[in-house]
């Protein structure tokens, strides 16, 4: 495992499928202090003039070539494919879980697919979980480019923090199905629902939802809805849940 503070924070070697660069990267060397270049090296064991797979960020997909190793960078090369296709039309609101939570929601959710994720101020949460680290600064995007390497993917979701559910709701689009998870007033299972072409999907934080929330969210045409009679983590809740809407939505 190698850490590095400005962007691959505790990345394991072994979880790359996709090597993604910053737009503005790929006209300079590669540092080889960067652990892209010790998983070119000692992981996939590339040598000079080798290719390995390569995306840009929100960008196409592609084959990278290393064309030279130096003391102090590699030379990299590149050529792109066609733009990858749009990310599934699904958008979760999660109440603001504890950081290692939010973490594994981050990756994984991303590796799925979805579109955007908003991370949102409830009656029952933490507000301290809103000042970690993961959130006030850029800690948050490396476990998004983390998830889209996973899934040899290149599109990133849309991510907010800290804002209140009503705020957030009132940006939502028209349209679509909009789901709220519940434990305790759902009139029935996930698998259930009619999915239309687009959705929503509500995780309240680990308290629940508030009798006032819950109220929001009906008002705004949230159908509500639960995964079973077993209590899960919220991280898994996630997975479980996008699965379910991905399949109801014919994405899988």
């Known amino acids: 495992m190698v850490c590095n503070v400005l962007r691959y924070k505790c990345r394991t070697f072994f979880s790359v499928n996709l090597i993604l660069f910053e737009p503005d990267e790929i006209a300079h060397p590669l ?15 590339r040598h000079e003039g080798d290719t390995f797979d390569a995306g840009l960020i929100n960008g196409p997909r592609g084959k990278g ?3 030279a190793i130096g003391p102090d960078a590699l030379t990299l090369a590149f ?10 039309p699904i958008t979760l609101i999660i109440g603001l879980p504890r950081p290692q939570t939010a ?3 981050l990756r994984d959710a991303t590796s799925l697919g979805v579109a955007a994720m908003h991370f949102v101020t409830t009656d029952k949460g933490e507000p301290g979980y809103g000042r970690s680290t993961l959130w006030t600064g850029n800690e948050w995007r490396r476990h998004l480019i983390s998830g889209a390497e996973q899934a040899f ?10 804002l209140p559910l009503a705020d957030t709701i009132a940006t939502l689009p028209g349209g679509g199905t909009r789901i ?3 434990n305790y007033e759902s009139p029935g299972p996930l698998s259930a629902l009619a999915m239309e072409k687009s959705a929503v999907l509500a995780l309240g934080p680990e308290r629940g939802w508030s009798a006032k929330e ?17 209590v899960l983590r919220t991280e898994t809740a996630v997975v479980a849940a996008v699965a379910l809407v991905k399949a109801g939505l014919g994405l899988m």
């Open 103 to 105: 973490r594994d929601i």
């Open 79 to 88: 050529a792109w494919d066609a733009a990858p296709p749009p990310l599934d």
């Open 153 to 162: 993917a290149t599109r990133l979701p849309e991510v907010t923090h800290g």
């Open 65 to 67: 070539t290393l064309t």
């Open 180 to 182: 709220a998870l519940d």
């Open 31 to 45: 540092p080889r202090s960067d652990p892209r270049a010790g998983h070119l090296l000692r992981v996939l064991r």
């Open 214 to 230: 819950r109220e929001l969210l009906r008002a705004h045409a949230f159908a509500f809805a639960h995964l079973g009679s077993r």
